[in-house]
């Protein structure tokens, strides 16, 4: 059984940074990739990060320049490092692991998904 449990979440203002955490448990059939999504309340689920077996990065086009993805293969932790937060990043951000085959942002790749973790950035 895989598990993601995210943590890092929380309040900030705008221009400030926060990294999101993403713990992962349990057996992953290789190849498989790993990623960050987010979802803000009446809009769609937004692809932000994702990283592929390979180590190859894909970012939101929102977000490039703000926001990195890194990986702990070791303790199979996934990272989410956000600086120069906005207000538009405001969302539920979510843990997926699947197998993405190069699309690391497409949501329907994934199979795995964390609870999510909550992040408010205020103006």
């Known amino acids: 059984q ?9 309040s900030v203002q705008a ?3 926060l990294r999101l955490s993403c713990a992962a448990s349990g057996y992953f059939y290789k190849p498989y990739c790993m990623g960050w999504f987010r979802q803000a309340p009446g809009k769609e689920r ?3 990060a994702g990283i592929d ?3 190859i990065i894909r970012l939101g086009d ?3 320049g703000r926001f990195t ?3 702990d293969y070791v303790n199979n932790i996934l990272y989410l490092q956000m600086n120069n937060l906005k207000p538009e990043d405001t969302a539920m951000y979510s843990c997926a692991a699947g197998y993405c085959s190069k ?3 497409a949501a329907e790749k994934y199979v795995y998904w964390g609870q999510g973790t909550q992040v408010t950035v205020s103006s």
Request: aromatic share 0%; no cysteine.
């Open 62 to 64: 929102s977000v490039k």
């Open 2 to 10: 895989v598990q993601l449990v995210e943590s890092g979440g929380g």
């Open 53 to 55: 077996i390979d180590g």
């Open 69 to 71: 993805i890194s990986k």
């Open 46 to 48: 937004e692809g932000v």
């Open 103 to 105: 699309e690391q942002l």
């Open 15 to 17: 221009g400030g940074s």
